[in-house]
């Protein structure tokens, strides 16, 4: 059974901040929230991840609700090579990474 | 680090081939994992290790496929024989050990992927 539910595509403007929703109601205490994106033809790669508070690295930031029920994933500024699969994932510390069909972000010039 | 290794990149064969996909993880990395990809599917897990040794291979599709590690920067995915729906890009990914991450976390560096196509 799927963990997290995400839109199957979005689209947005290039320079716009581009915002993916995840949510992952069943959340349990010890699971993080990570994310991974596909462009495409390539291997998946790590953007971010966040355990309770809100993180931001030099890829993107993270904001995660305070019931932990919900996040979503911001690129500041979308450029065309943003365009690619994104997949919201939660694991444990423990756990084996379990790819669902993510989201489909199309930046549009 | 070069990254992970994958190889081949491409691969042709008939049906009934065996054919062998080659993944040398980054060094230091002492967890390795086996996806498929297809449209149909998605990211499938395949088989991970963790110190060479297979953890979970529930993934496996059947008796066709078998992995193997025989060191800490070699691993192998076989099909013997290859059937066509066996056609898919095979990604290998390296990780430090589960859990011995920072924070607890542990990130998956992935391969470029091996597109096989079985004819």
């Known amino acids: 059974d799927a963990k997290t539910t995400q839109p199957p595509s979005m689209d947005c403007a290039e320079g716009r901040a581009a915002n993916l929703p995840c949510n992952h109601s069943?959340?349990?205490?010890?699971?993080?929230v990570y994310w991974y994106r596909q462009i495409h033809s390539q291997g998946p790669q790590y953007i971010i991840h966040?355990?309770?508070n809100n993180e931001t690295n030099e890829m993107a930031s993270l904001i995660i609700t305070e019931d932990r029920k919900s996040s979503t994933l911001i690129l500041p500024h979308a450029t065309l090579r943003d365009t690619a699969v994104y997949y919201c994932?939660?694991?444990?510390?423990?756990?084996?990474?379990?790819f669902g069909p993510g989201t489909s972000l199309s930046v549009i010039p | 680090d070069a990254g992970v290794i994958q190889s081949p990149r491409h691969e042709v064969t008939e049906m009934g081939q065996e054919v062998t996909l080659r993944c040398k993880p980054i060094?230091?990395?002492?967890?390795l994992f086996w996806y498929r990809q297809t449209m149909m599917r998605g990211l499938e897990l395949l088989i991970y290790?963790?110190?060479?040794?297979?953890?979970?291979d529930s993934g496996m599709p059947e008796d066709r496929f078998s992995a193997k590690m025989p060191n800490a920067s070699f691993s192998t995915l076989k099909i013997q024989p290859s059937e066509p729906r066996d056609s898919a890009v095979y990604f290998c990914?390296?990780?430090?050990?589960?859990?011995?991450?920072?924070?607890?976390?542990?990130?998956?560096?992935f391969g470029a992927g091996s597109r096989l196509t079985v004819l």
């Open positions: 990914a390296s990780s430090l050990g589960l859990g011995q991450g920072a924070s607890g976390a542990n990130v998956l560096t």
């Open positions: 069943t959340i349990s205490g010890n699971e993080y």
């Open positions: 966040g355990l309770k």
């Open positions: 994932i939660l694991k444990t510390s423990y756990d084996k990474v379990i």
């Open positions: 060094s230091g990395h002492n967890s």
């Open positions: 290790f963790n110190n060479n040794v297979p953890i979970d």
